[in-house]
């Protein structure tokens, strides 16, 4: 399953490279998207030499976007590209 990387994490004056807010192809309800919840995350550079892993931690908002928690931060480059669903 492919998902989307929207956005990172933020608040008002910050933002957390370690969780992304993914936008997942065929869910766009919270109920769809709870169903998610715990299941892996993998994430490669375009180039193939970087890989991040994470995993599903919650449902961001009613349209079914969920938060992703990852081992490691990920660059700016990162936002707009595919993430793999495992």
């Known amino acids: 399953m492919e998902a989307y990387i929207v956005s990172f994490r933020r608040g ?11 936008e997942v192809d065929g869910v766009n ?18 180039n193939g030499g970087f890989e991040v892993r994470g995993k599903i931690i919650g449902v961001h908002g009613r349209r079914g ?9 990920l660059p700016g480059q990162a936002l707009g590209t595919k993430a793999l669903i495992l």
């Open 12 to 22: 008002a004056k910050t933002q957390d490279e370690r969780y992304v807010i993914l």
């Open 29 to 46: 309800s919270d109920s769809k998207a709870a169903r998610l919840i715990g299941r892996k995350v993998v994430w490669r550079s375009p």
């Open 65 to 73: 976007r969920v938060i992703a928690r990852l081992r490691k931060p």
